[in-house]
């Protein structure tokens, strides 16, 4: 087998482990396929809850990284979209059935047999990476790729929901968790027109999250704030992964308000029920976006100049940049660079 027919990369050989230099061999293209030349792949908290097993679905050794960004190495036989040399970014999916309804009617992110860029395939903490055409997006000129990669998962994580629930500029939206997902949520609706407020617990972020887009912030973790905000807002975006006192929450929220959940926590929702009937309230979530969306979305941010804030490692300190994380010392998302 010739070099070309194998791939350098970083995995993981159990849970909670190291991430170790890696050979794996691929064979033929396939024929929907694109090969992609990673310069950069961005460090999201799924990587490391899929390094955990957090979610019980890792299977070992685990090639991680969801958020890649670089060129068009390759293409299978039957592909058209793109040429060798494009610059494109790949996402949470890197691969859909094509055929059930969400992916007939445009929402590919919906399909229930989408292939997951790194459950059971291999993702872009590497030199290379695989996906089928249809789940490639083209990034445009004029967008940064050493911060761009983080908004192929984080990014279209929180864009999705503008979309997808018809926010408006005119609507007042806050934003739970001032982190790697919530600090481009905050430029991202900032950008839209609407009355923005960030909810946090940290005094060193307040500042920041006025910088970064916020009109206002409330303390998190003061419940007589919360009180003092009964029925202020048209939108709630969750980016957390915790477990809060979400009736408060709920209680911040106008008649029709929405509570809207885009940060995986584990643990079920304890809520009252009365508060959600009798202000006609919804609670809702919702996944990454389909590429249409993301095309959308990487439009929107070239034309505000929306960038994640990023902090670049080489991809040979990919166990460096994972304690970083772990430590809780981000700011806001961590990029590894192959260039």
């Not at 806050?174 to 960030?198: D, K, M, Y």
């Not at 477990?243 to 995986?264: C, E, M, N, S």
């Not at 009798?278 to 809702?284: K, W």
Request: hydrophobic share 40%; charged share 20%.
């Amino acid at each position: 087998m010739s070099e070309s027919d194998s791939i350098k990369a970083y995995a993981v050989h159990e849970a909670g482990g190291k991430f170790e230099a890696y050979n794996y061999e691929v064979g033929e293209l396939g024929a929907d396929e694109v090969e992609i030349d990673v310069h950069y792949c961005g460090v999201c908290h799924s990587d490391l809850s899929m390094v955990d097993n957090e979610w019980g679905i890792s299977a070992y050794p685990l090639i991680a990284g969801h958020e890649v960004v670089g060129k068009i190495a390759k293409i299978g036989s039957q592909v058209e979209r793109f040429k060798p040399g494009q610059t494109v970014g790949l996402g949470w999916h890197s691969g859909y059935c094509g055929h059930c309804t969400p992916c007939q009617t445009g929402d590919q992110n919906l399909c229930s047999d989408a292939q997951p860029t790194i459950v059971s395939h291999h993702g872009g903490f590497a030199e290379k990476v695989r996906a089928q055409d249809s789940s490639v997006v083209p990034i445009p000129e004029g967008v940064d790729l050493e911060s761009a990669g983080p908004l192929f998962c984080g990014g279209i994580t929180v864009f999705n929901p503008l979309v997808q629930f018809d926010v408006k500029s005119t609507d007042k939206v806050a934003v739970i968790g001032i982190g790697g997902l919530g600090h481009i949520a905050l430029q991202f609706l900032n950008a839209w027109g609407c009355e923005v407020t960030a909810f946090t617990s940290s005094e060193s972020k307040q500042k920041e999250a006025i910088e970064l887009g916020a009109h206002k912030t409330l303390n998190s973790r003061d419940p007589k704030e919360l009180e003092k905000a009964a029925g202020a807002f048209d939108f709630i975006i969750s980016t957390v992964n915790v477990k809060l006192d979400w009736d408060l929450y709920i209680g911040t929220l106008k008649p029709k308000g929405r509570l809207h959940f885009v940060g995986a926590t584990l643990e079920p929702l304890d809520v009252a029920v009365f508060p959600l009937i009798m202000a006609q309230r919804s609670i809702s979530g919702s996944p990454v976006g389909s590429p249409a969306t993301i095309e959308k979305m990487l439009e929107f941010a070239r034309l505000h100049q929306i960038q994640p804030k990023v902090e670049v490692f080489p991809m040979s300190e990919i166990n460096e940049a994972f304690d970083h994380l772990k430590a809780g010392k981000a700011r806001y998302r961590i990029v590894l660079s192959n260039k």
